[in-house]
C-alpha cells in the first residue's frame, strides 16, 4: 500500500484545513476592507493568500489521486469572527499559519515514519512552499509593529513589502 489508511486519513484532513483556511482568510479581506477601511492590504489578504489554499488544497489532492486514492471533501465551518483592531486581526493571521504549518509538518513526517515515502517525497516541495506563507504572516508582525499608530501608512504601502 502506497499510502495507508492512516496517512490517508491525515492527508485529508490537511486538505480540509487549507480549504479552512481559505474561508477563514475570505473573512479577514472583508473585516479588512470593510470595518478598517484598509482596501490594499484586503486585496492582498485575499489574492495572495485566501485564494492560494485552495490551490494548497488541490497538491494535497493531487497526492491522493496519484495513487488511486479518492479525495474526501471534509466539511469547513463558518467564518463569522469580527476583530476589535488590525492588531488582533494580523496576530490571528500569524497563528492560524503556523498552526497549519505545524499541521503540514506532523503530516510530512508522519508519513515518513509511516513508511508512505512517496507520501513524504510529494509534501516536501509543498512544505518548501509554504515556508513562503509562514515568512510573509511573520512580516504582517513586524510590519504592524514597525508602522505602530500609522497602520493606514500600512494599508497604502503594503504591496512595496509584501513577499507572495
Do not use: C
Not at 496576530?91 to 515518513?112: I, P, S
Amino acid at each position: 500500500m502506497l499510502i495507508s489508511n492512516e496517512i490517508k486519513m491525515e492527508l485529508d484532513r490537511l486538505g480540509q484545513r487549507f480549504f479552512w483556511m481559505n474561508k477563514k482568510l475570505d473573512r479577514m479581506k472583508s473585516v479588512l476592507n470593510v470595518k478598517f477601511a484598509m482596501p490594499k492590504l484586503s486585496e492582498l489578504v485575499h489574492h495572495q493568500l485566501a485564494h492560494s489554499y485552495p490551490l494548497l488544497a488541490d497538491e494535497v489532492n493531487d497526492i491522493e489521486e496519484n495513487f488511486n486514492y479518492d479525495v474526501n471533501y471534509l466539511g469547513v465551518e463558518g467564518a463569522n469572527e469580527d476583530y476589535e483592531d488590525v492588531d488582533e486581526l494580523i496576530n490571528q493571521l500569524y497563528e492560524w499559519t503556523l498552526e497549519t504549518n505545524d499541521f503540514l509538518q506532523k503530516v510530512k513526517l508522519d508519513a515518513r515514519d509511516a513508511g508512505n515515502h512517496n507520501v513524504y517525497d510529494l509534501l516536501t516541495p509543498l512544505s518548501r512552499e509554504y515556508s513562503k506563507y509562514v515568512a510573509n504572516a511573520i512580516l504582517l508582525v513586524d510590519k504592524k509593529k514597525q508602522y505602530g499608530n500609522h497602520l493606514y501608512d500600512m494599508d497604502a504601502q503594503a504591496e512595496d513589502w509584501w513577499v507572495l
